[in-house]
């Protein structure tokens, strides 16, 4: 029987690269590092794109019926993000591809520099992890490891002790 595809928002796919095990709580982290598990296992998963709540937000204590709760505009802004992700990977909502795939399309798309705009107004833009993380990610793949990769293993080999320190703490930006 074929298995269910992992439904991941547009923006998830960028955040994916930068996860260090902080959250909105535990629950939250703990499903968030099993779907970033998941995303980066070497024999790929099917992903379904959506611009919208997805497996993520699902454990997310501040999800709404109407969607993200963060603030009044959350979801319609969170959801251009999606959409702005998914453009910018030639994608639409609804489209199935492959963990896979979408690494490598991310990687190919998505210069780290770019997250600066893409990610306007996130509070864990500044902290740096996106970006080093996509950047390390791109580096392992020009060497031809990347494919096979997971995010723990990046994460690991590139926490400074401060930043280990931070992620005990399991700080949330505002
Ligand atoms: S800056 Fe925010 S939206 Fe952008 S990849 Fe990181 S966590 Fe996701």
Known sequence: MPQEP???RGHHLLCAFGFRGLGYGREFVENMERIVKV????????????????DIC?????LQEEGCGQAADA????????????????LKE????TSIALRGLVARRFDPALLRR???GCGWLDKGYCEKGLEA?????????????????????AFSRKERRERKERQEPG
């Open 6 to 8: 992992l439904h991941l």
């Open 39 to 54: 995303f980066f296992a070497p024999e790929g998963v099917e992903i379904e794109l959506l611009a919208g709540p997805d």
């Open 58 to 62: 699902g454990a997310c204590p501040r």
């Open 75 to 90: 979801e319609p802004r969170t959801r251009a993000r999606d959409i702005a992700v998914l453009e910018r990977l030639g």
């Open 94 to 97: 609804g489209e199935r591809r």
């Open 118 to 120: 893409t990610c306007a």
């Open 137 to 157: 990610f791109q580096q392992k793949l020009s060497r031809g490891d990347g494919a096979g990769v997971t995010t723990d293993k990046t994460a690991t080999t």
